[in-house]
Nanobody, 121 residues
Framework: QVQLVESGGGLVQAGGSLRLSCAAS????????MGWYRQAPGKQRVLVAT???????NYAGSVKGQFTISRDNAKNTVSLQMNSLKPEDTAVYYC???????????????WGQGTQVTVSS
């Protein structure tokens, strides 16, 4: 059984920084893309950033230059460094990973439980 466990959320003042981390555990063969999504109250879940196993990163336009995604393939972890946080960054942040659970098996999306990030003005 694959699990994604997030950590690092919390309350921060505007202009501050937070670092989110996510670790994949369980039995699986490989991880293709890892990423972060967020869902603000009353809104749909949206992409924040993704990163491939080769290190190619993709960002939502709203966070480009403000957030940095990184990945450790050996540890099966993905992190999101969030700087210059604004109240509009307040949301539940979800870790996502596209995982192959067996050799020649299909890839499937897995989600973490979410971690709350609150930015006060």
């Amino acid at each position: 059984q694959v699990q994604l466990v997030e950590s690092g959320g919390g309350l921060v003042q505007a202009g501050g920084s937070l670092r989110l981390s996510c670790a994949a555990s369980g039995r699986f063969f490989s991880i293709r893309v890892m990423g972060w999504y967020r869902q603000a109250p009353g809104k749909q879940r949206v992409l924040v950033a993704t990163i491939t196993s080769g290190g190619n990163a993709n960002y939502a336009g709203s966070v480009k230059g403000q957030f940095t995604i990184s990945r450790d393939n050996a540890k099966n972890t993905v992190s999101l460094q969030m700087n210059s946080l604004k109240p509009e960054d307040t949301a539940v942040y979800y870790c996502n990973a596209n995982i192959q659970t067996s050799y020649r098996g299909l890839y499937a999306d897995y989600w973490g439980q979410g971690t709350q990030v609150t930015v006060s003005s």
